[in-house]
């Protein structure tokens, strides 16, 4: 199994620019997770979803769109990209439908100019 | 409003130097506290579950332990190869679904 995946590793964006990060889990796990992670701020959620269809908010999810279509596929949508979405993003899966025994993915580093 | 206190920030321990890190949390009606390791340029991994008071888990050098108001990793003898970030974590509260983490501590080991 690759387990959690995630592309680009690296991206540089200019401000106003949209893209998609990918991501992507072949453990059949229902339950999966976008985190965004800044220096001194720790893990902080930006959206969640506990099955293909569902999706909801977690504490930051204002310039992030995302959607569900397939229990493989996670993709998170930034709308306009700002210097303020600057930041490492963390996908992450989990087998017990709940949030806490999560399996994260490398991560994409972003950089908004 | 759900928080989670992590301490020290920053510890560095020669090998062998047995030591505790704390997580603090304010949570009420806790769901579960969970500990993760993260290495530089990784993303975090997974290694303890705690769900009640009194509970502990052990894994090589670490064992976690829980109480009320707070959860400890305790890394025994630590080796070079301990050395990362360690993340707690705690459901938000009325949810299972929402984590809340704390910054980290950043463990040092050194020969």
């Known amino acids: 199994n690759a387990g959690v995946t995630q592309t680009p590793k690296f991206q540089v964006l200019k401000t106003g620019q949209s893209m998609t990060l990918q991501c992507a889990q072949d453990?059949?796990?229902?339950?999966m997770s976008w985190y965004r992670q800044d220096p001194g701020m720790g893990l902080r959620l930006i959206h969640y979803?506990?099955?293909?269809?569902?999706?909801d908010q977690g504490e930051v999810p204002n310039g992030y769109n995302v959607s569900r279509s397939t229990t493989e596929d996670f993709p998170l949508r930034l709308l306009s990209a700002a210097p303020s979405q600057t930041s490492v993003y963390f996908c992450?899966?989990?087998?017990?439908?709940?949030?806490?025994?999560?399996?994260f993915g490398p991560g994409t580093r972003l950089t908004v100019t | 409003e759900d928080q989670v206190t992590q301490s020290p920030e920053a510890l560095r321990l020669q090998e062998g130097e047995s030591s505790s890190l704390n997580c603090s949390y304010t949570?009420?009606?806790?769901?579960?506290l969970f500990w993760y390791r993260q290495d530089p340029g990784k993303g975090p991994e997974f290694l303890f579950t705690?769900?009640?008071a009194g509970e502990e888990k052990e894994k090589e050098r670490l064992k976690a332990t829980l109480t009320k108001k707070e959860s400890f990793l305790h890394i025994t003898a630590p080796k070079p190869e301990d050395s990362a970030t360690y993340l707690c974590?705690?459901?938000?509260?009325?949810?299972?679904?929402?984590?809340?983490f704390g910054t980290g501590t950043r463990l040092q080991v050194t020969l």
């Open positions: 992450a899966s989990s087998s017990t439908g709940s949030s806490g025994e999560q399996y």
């Open positions: 979803s506990v099955g293909a269809g569902i999706t």
């Open positions: 705690l769900y009640s």
């Open positions: 453990m059949n796990h229902e339950y």
């Open positions: 949570v009420s009606g806790l769901r579960g």
């Open positions: 974590a705690v459901p938000m509260r009325g949810t299972a679904s929402k984590l809340t």
